[in-house]
C-alpha cells in the first residue's frame, strides 16, 4: 500500500488551502532558520566538547588513583 500521487496532490491542495500562497515561503523560511541556527549550535558544542572531556579526564583519573590508595592503606592496617 504505497502513497500514489492523487494522495500527495490532496495533502499539497489541503497545506495551500490552510496556509496560504503568502505564508508558505514565511514558514519556509522560519524552519530554514531553525536549521541553521541547530547546526550552528551543533558546531559550538563540538568545539567546546574536547575541553570538557580533557578536564573529566584529569579529574576521573585522580579518582580512580583515591580508591587504590584507599585500599592500599586499608590493607597495611588490617596486616599490622
Known sequence: MGVNMWQILLVLAIFLLLFGRG??????????????????????DEEETPKDTL???????TSAVEPAATAAALSEKTSR
Open 55 to 61: 578536564a573529566n579526564r584529569s579529574s576521573t583519573e
Open 23 to 44: 505564508k508558505i515561503p514565511a514558514l519556509m523560511g522560519d524552519l530554514a532558520s531553525g536549521i541553521k541556527n541547530f547546526k550552528q549550535g551543533m558546531r559550538e
